[in-house]
């Protein structure tokens, strides 16, 4: 229970790594607010499914593209539980096309929610962590952010900007004792790589040295650790959680 008394914000944890991450912190201890799109249609289970475990949960829909919802995501946190002490800025998606097809719509629609939302996310929980002098933050980035990928010029760079932004983030507040790392998954199994074609999975297996995609548990874990004192002299880093991809 290295995460009792602390209260955890996952963004984009209706389903998929970000429900993981927050069953992870949530079987540490920690309480959690669920954060998801108004639309999403597995935020209400998902919420379910921590009560029925005995967790401490509180739901915020919105989008963190919009400041005024996620300042209203850092309110629910310390007006529900007292405090906001862990961020993990988990809500990212995907418009994969070749550099020459991708419309102006598809780099600005992937670089808003996934690198403004970090943004706007992490300036406002940082402001109640200052207070509290302790946080911890975790950015969700992607080995196409370090790497870059075919076919993903907005995804590898919004990765990419994630990166620069943990470490932007790391040294400003460590005075201030915020923490703040970023984990750089391969393939991991779930929604977002299950639409791939089989010929696509094998081509990218190939190429894992462990020989095999990574689950939303194993991701979970390095997140865990991150967010618990047993990272305390951690902070600016980019872990890989990538079967050796990218080494
Ligand atoms: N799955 C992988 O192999 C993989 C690999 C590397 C990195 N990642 C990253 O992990 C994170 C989670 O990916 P996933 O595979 O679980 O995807 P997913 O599509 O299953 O889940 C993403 C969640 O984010 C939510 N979301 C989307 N836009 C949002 C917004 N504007 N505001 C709030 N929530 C929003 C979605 O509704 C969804 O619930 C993403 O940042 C992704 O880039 C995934």
Request: with cysteine; charged share 25%.
């Amino acid at each position: 229970m290295k995460l009792k008394g602390k209260t955890a914000v996952v963004t984009g944890s209706g389903r998929g790594l970000g429900k993981a991450i927050a069953l992870k912190l949530a079987s540490m201890g920690a309480n959690i607010v669920l954060n998801d799109i108004a639309a999403s249609d597995s935020i209400d289970a998902t919420a379910e499914e921590f009560r029925a475990a005995g967790y401490n949960v509180a739901i915020t829909k919105g989008d963190v593209r919009n400041e005024d919802d996620v300042k209203h995501m850092v309110k629910t946190a310390v007006e529900t539980f007292g405090s906001l002490d862990i961020l993990v800025n988990n809500a990212g998606i995907t418009r994969d096309k070749p550099m020459a097809m991708m419309a102006e719509e598809d780099w600005d629609l992937v670089l808003d929610i996934n690198l403004k939302g970090a943004f706007f996310c992490t300036k406002n929980a940082a402001k109640a962590m200052i207070k509290q002098k302790y946080g911890k933050i975790v950015n969700i980035a992607s080995v196409a952010g370090t790497m870059g990928n075919r076919g993903q010029a907005n995804y590898s760079a919004s990765k990419a900007g994630l990166i620069g932004l943990t470490k932007t983030t790391a040294k400003e507040f460590a005075s201030r004792n915020i923490h703040c790392n970023a984990i750089a998954p391969g393939t991991i199994r779930s929604k977002m790589t299950d639409v791939l074609p089989d010929d696509v999975k094998e081509k990218y297996v190939s190429n894992i040295p462990l020989g095999r995609f990574g689950t939303a548990e194993e991701v979970a874990n390095v997140v865990g650790f991150l967010c618990s004192s047993d990272s305390d002299y951690v902070t600016g880093q980019v872990i890989h959680i990538d079967g050796g991809l990218d080494m």
